[in-house]
Every structure is written in C-alpha cells, then in structure tokens.
Nanobody, 118 residues
C-alpha cells in the first residue's frame, strides 16, 4: 500500500517560514521523482517544486528563490522549506510521487493546509 503523509502545515504570518515534510512508504523511494503541488480555493492544482531520484530540482516561478525542495533517502522523506511566505502562498499543499516512464505510477498524499495571514 502506497502512502504519502504530509505534515508541517499551519498558520504563519507573512514573511515567516515553514518546512513541510512528506513521508513515503510502499514505493522504491530512490527511483521516484517527488514533488510538491498546491491548490488554492477555486484554482487549479499547480506544481511548486520537484526533485528527481538523482537530486535534480525544478521550481515554479512562484516559489523560485524562496522555496527549497530536498529529500532524505534514509528517512524516505521529501521536504519543502518555505521562507518569505506571502498570503498568496495560502493553499493545500500536496505531496506527489511519480515513477519516471510509467504514467500509471503516480501517487498523491492527502494534503496539508498552509495559511499565510496577518
């Protein structure tokens, strides 16, 4: 059974920081591309950042320079470090695991709420 469990969300003031965690189980973590997506009310789910099994990273313009994605191969966990948070970062953040070359092997976590408000 594949499980992606997000944690670390919450309420933070503008300019603050949060670190999201996604613990993966049931997959061969080392070969999956891991990603963070977010979805705000009334909007489409969008990519925030991704990291390949080899450690290559990709960021959406919205978080570039403020967000950092990383992964721990021992803990089977991917992180999203967010700094200089803005109200427009408010969304449910979802963890994604994607097996390269296999469109049927894509998994999602349940999401964690991030609210940036004064």
């Amino acid at each position: 059974q594949v499980q992606l469990v997000e944690s670390g969300g919450g309420l933070v003031q503008p300019g603050g920081s949060l670190r999201l965690s996604c613990a993966a189980s049931g997959i061969l973590f080392t070969i999956y591309t891991m990603g963070w997506y977010r979805q705000a009310p009334g909007k489409q789910r969008e990519l925030v950042a991704a990291i390949t099994g080899g450690g290559s990273t990709n960021y959406a313009d919205s978080g570039k320079g403020r967000f950092t994605i990383s992964r721990d191969y021992v803990k089977n966990t991917v992180y999203l470090q967010m700094s200089s948070l803005k109200p427009e970062d408010t969304a449910v953040y979802y963890c994604n695991a994607d097996l390269p070359g296999s469109s049927r092997r894509k998994y999602w976590g349940q999401g964690t709420q991030v609210t940036v408000s004064s």
